[in-house]
């Protein structure tokens, strides 16, 4: 088998390597040649990413620290800056740099670099023409490199810092036509508002950095897991640094506060939104609770599990009355990651990764399918325009019908097996919290969930119908639509991604469940520490690893054997039970009502709006419940004002007192010039004109004229002479 | 009788032909003549005295000799002086002489 480390080393540095030859030479390449280098690199990236996978299963090392799947985690660090002290052992912290491998970063880089593959292959026809093409592939795999970084991250400190590259990836490419001043702002509004997730971010790890000294992940899993944490800080600290820290998720993954950033970053290319804004970065901050779950407290998962409810509720609610396809599937996208956020916040860890894992196929194969649409419309995304485009375009709308299916958890379709998981959780979580009579509202984390599991077969139906059936509604771009072979291919395998992604013979579940024990592994391989009480994972409910229900021989099913479970368990087995009665047939419970509403275009909800409430309700949800109104109003509002107080505070108070400083300056100016004028320069010309007048003076004794010199000389001697004579006569 | 005062009075008025001739005249040759007349005058002075008050002793005639002497050096350089002059100024008016003045 191969080297793990170059592997990695392969995987992270391939795509940085190709981003840096596009942004030096990007200008000497001409358009299809750096479209293929990037899609090479990224399909080279691909093939290393299955080699890693492959290495990482059959591969490994044995032995009681060995890695590998199931086994445990592959981690190294460099101890990089020194932070004093932090234990009673006077052992100095480090804030290291540090990589640690487990099996979800794997099946994470897998996904990513297949994702990245076909996203590029999709590019190569998408961007055709465009003015900054070696730029556009310049920053897909500069994103792609950032992720990697981020997945094999093994410290909080650099997890934020490849927090902040594949946001600025992200701002470079949701304003990658800045032309468009949409595209501009909703660049900048992606990143204030990533940036305010981010500051909680900073100031949750800034507490752990103060009270233990590190911030690289294993370390604080040891240290929380062990109780070691218990005489250094309290539970409500805990609890507080726990919601800090899903701050910095919340804005990554678009949850409730801080959603209003990702329909309008759907100004940017389509590709774009298939790999950053559906699959990877959006997941990158549930992969960030994922990686922090172990210390978040039973309170702190509480508040993630509120925000994800209500984030769920938000997007299934507002993607159905968008008007504009993406901005649909970007609500829709903000709902699903509500799903996994809501996962970890009811302990279904498993279920929030392999829900990340699956979503992350069927929605970029969404996003590729809308993109296709879109190219073909001349990049209009009005649902208004389109219609009818089954004729034109059948894979991508059998492809987007896959989908639409996946994510509806339609039976044998990815998504079937994730939300199930996640349903099933949740009601296990909302069964316990019953039993111990907690508020009757904490029932809502089943019930929104369901809920959601039977709007979104509804809004992908309509967004289906209204694209691709009824009669065309704009006829000179139906005209002129089609499909090229070029941009189905990555459709037909993304689907076929979307299809097989959930199956347990696929490694995605294995991976995610090898993950929680492989850091038990580790955890327990620690000395000192009593492995029941330190599993990280005690809080997270366990999948059922056998089916529930066995046949015998002659075809009747058998009881469960309950006997052999346990009562987690057990509670989870009546969860999965609860989720098949619940959601069972809501996929196509959802699609026949959405095929019965919409397949006449907009001609039924049209004259539905016409009554008072529902066309309100329309209306709300149109503007997106008016968050944005609200921020604007609130924050932008706000802004303003303090601009205008600082404006009067500048205009009025400190204007008028720099004038007069700069008055007084003046005049006092005046006045050492006068002096200056008068007694300096006067003592200084006086003395000239001194020296000015006595020369005239002396100059009349210099005429120039030989007579006079002579006559005075004369003159001088006589005198003298006559002098010397009138003396000597008188004495 | 002729005595001492005749010949006095006499270079007297040669002195003051000269010093005059120098004072009035514009021309540097006439100049220098002036100049010969009153060395010539003191000259008359200096055999005089000699003559008069210092025996057979030569002392006074010597003394004159050496004036002639150094007039007639004088009147070398002078005259080199005024043919530069004339060189640079054209003629020899000593009035034009007068770029060194105050």
């Known amino acids: 088998m ?5 592997l990695l080393i392969l995987l992270i540095a391939l795509p940085l390597v190709a981003s ?6 990007g200008r000497r390449f001409d358009e299809p040649f750096s479209g293929y280098l990037g899609t090479g690199v990224a399909m080279l990236s691909f093939g290393v990413s299955i080699l890693t996978l492959v290495t990482w299963i059959y591969g490994g090392s044995t032995g009681g620290q060995g890695w590998g799947h199931d086994r445990g985690p592959y981690l190294d660090f460099i101890r990089w800056i020194p932070i004093g002290y932090y234990d009673a052992q006077r052992t100095p912290g ?4 540090s990589v640690y491998v487990d ?4 099946i994470m880089m897998t996904m990513v670099a297949f994702v990245s593959a076909v996203v590029h292959l999709f590019s190569l026809a998408y961007m055709k023409g465009d003015t900054r093409y070696p730029q556009f592939f310049c920053y897909l795999s500069l994103f792609s490199f950032c992720m990697m970084g981020l997945l094999v991250s093994g410290s909080l400190l650099q997890l934020l810092i490849f927090f902040e590259l594949v946001g600025l990836c992200s701002y470079l490419l949701i304003g990658f036509w800045r032309e468009r001043p949409a595209a501009s702002a909703a660049a900048i509004k992606a990143f204030v508002m990533n940036r305010v997730g981010d500051v909680g971010f900073i100031v949750g790890m800034c507490l752990l950095i103060g009270y233990f000294g590190s911030v690289t992940l294993p370390d604080l899993w040891l240290m929380l897991a062990s109780g070691a944490h218990a005489g250094v800080m309290s539970t409500t600290m805990l609890t507080v640094i726990g919601v800090l820290l899903s701050f910095g998720a919340f804005g990554k993954s678009a949850q409730f506060p801080l959603h209003t950033w990702l329909p309008d970053a759907m100004a940017g290319p389509t590709p774009v939104s298939a790999l950053i804004h559906a699959a990877t970065m959006v997941a990158a901050g549930v992969f960030l609770l994922a990686r922090i779950y172990p210390i978040l407290t039973p309170d702190a998962r509480l508040f993630i599990l509120i925000i994800g409810a209500t984030t769920i509720l938000i997007g299934s609610l507002c993607a159905l009355a968008q008007r504009d396809l993406k901005k649909a599937l970007a609500f829709s996208t903000i709902g699903q990651l509500g799903y996994m956020v809501l996962a970890i916040g009811v ?4 279920g929030a990764m392999f829900h990340l894992l699956t979503h992350a196929f069927f929605k970029s194969l969404l996003f590729l399918c809308a993109g296709n649409v879109i190219h073909t419309m001349h990049h209009d995304h009005r649902l208004e325009h389109f219609g009818g485009l089954f004729r034109r375009m059948p894979v991508t709308g059998v492809t987007f019908a896959i989908g639409t299916l996946a994510m509806s958890g339609a039976p044998f379709m990815s998504g079937f097996y994730s939300k199930e998981m996640i349903i099933a959780h949740a009601s296990a979580w909302a069964n316990l919290a019953g039993e111990q009579h907690r508020a009757a509202l904490l029932q809502l984390a089943l019930w929104v969930p369901v809920a959601a599991a039977y709007l979104t077969p509804l809004y992908m139906t309509r967004l289906w119908m209204l694209t691709f059936a009824g009669r065309p509604r704009k006829r000179k771009l139906y005209k002129h639509a089609g499909e090229a072979g070029v941009m189905s291919f990555p459709l037909v395998v993304l689907s076929g991604m979307a299809i097989f992604a959930g199956f347990s013979w696929f490694p995605i579940q294995s991976m995610v469940e090898g993950t929680i024990k492989e850091t038990r592994n580790y955890i327990a391989s620690m000395p000192h520490l009593d492995p029941g009480r330190a ?12 089916p529930t229900e066995t046949v015998t021989e002659n075809g009747e099913p058998t009881e469960p054997r309950d006997v ?8 989870v087995e009546a969860g999965y039970h609860t989720a098949h009665l619940l959601t069972g047939w809501a996929w196509l419970a959802g699609i026949m009502v959405g095929v019965a509403i919409w397949a006449p275009g907009f001609a039924v909800t ?5 009554i008072a409430p529902l066309g309100w309700v329309r209306q709300f949800l149109a503007h997106r419940m008016y968050f944005d109104d609200l921020y604007d109003l609130v924050f932008v509002g706000a802004t303003h004002i303090a601009t205008g107080v600082a404006v009067g505070i500048d205009r009025f108070l400190i204007d008028p007192a720099l004038d007069g400083v700069a008055r007084l300056t003046a005049l006092f100016g005046k006045a050492s010039a006068k002096i200056d004028d008068a007694a300096v320069d006067g003592v200084v010309r006086g003395v000239g004109q001194t020296i000015w007048l006595g020369g005239g003076a002396m100059r009349l004794a210099q005429p120039g004229r030989i007579r006079v010199y002579v006559a005075s000389a004369v003159g001088i001697l006589v005198l003298v002479i006559g002098t010397m004579v009138v003396v000597g006569l008188t004495r | 009788m002729i005595g001492l005062t005749h010949f006095l009075i006499l270079a007297a008025i040669l002195f003051v032909c000269g010093l005059l001739t120098v004072l009035t005249k514009r021309h540097a040759i006439g100049i220098l003549m002036g100049v010969e007349l009153m060395l010539n005058a003191a000259n008359i002075n200096l055999v005089a005295f000699n003559h008069y008050s210092a025996g057979d002793r030569l002392d006074g005639q010597v003394f004159a000799l050496f004036v002639i002497v150094i007039a007639a050096a004088e009147a070398a350089v002078a005259l080199a002086i005024f043919l530069n002059f004339y060189n640079n100024f054209g003629s020899v008016d000593v009035e034009r002489a007068n770029e060194l003045r105050g």
Do not use: C, M
């Open chain 1, 2 to 6: 191969f080297e793990l480390p170059i």
């Open chain 1, 20 to 25: 840096a030859l596009l942004l030096v030479l």
């Open chain 1, 94 to 97: 480090y804030l290291a740099l």
């Open chain 1, 103 to 106: 099996s979800l970063t794997i």
């Open chain 1, 347 to 350: 302990g279904s860890w498993t």
């Open chain 1, 535 to 546: 599993d990280p994972f005690k809080t997270a409910w366990p999948t059922l690893s056998s």
């Open chain 1, 564 to 571: 052999l479970r346990s009562p987690v368990e057990r509670r």
């Open chain 1, 606 to 610: 049209d004259r539905l709006a016409k």
